[in-house]
């Protein structure tokens, strides 16, 4: 019997950031459930880039507008519900952030410095993508 190849679902996230005195701030919701910190991220839609996606997994996860930067910071997979998906990860400048978002009583959101978002992530293959985000970060267009 020939093997079922699994289909990889695709998914796009954003790290969302900003400048505060010099010092970049990374900003961090909780999954659903708000046991473990994480950025925006979510399918791909159709007739959507991924960073197009991203923008909008931003806005509806965590209140917050700004252009995508569309170099992909790096992509990891994960399994669930017996699912393999890939996420194509982003950064975004934020310019706007609302009190009033799609997602606001379902998440927590804050603001940290970006080391402190590397070590609150707790998914080893986001945190490497964070890392690697760290050490762009001083050389991001602000």
Known sequence: MAQKTKKVLQQSGVIPYRIQNG???????????????????GGVENGMSAPDSAAKEAWEEA??????????????????????YCVQMYSLPVEVESEKYPEVDQRVRQWVDVNEAVRQVKKPSLKRIMKKFVQLAPKLNY
């Open 23 to 41: 010092a970049t701030e990374v900003l961090l919701i909780t999954t659903r459930n708000q046991q473990n910190w994480v950025v925006p991220k």
């Open 63 to 84: 209140g917050v507008i700004g252009q995508v930067n569309p170099s992909q910071l790096g992509s990891y997979k994960y399994q669930k519900n017996g699912k393999t």
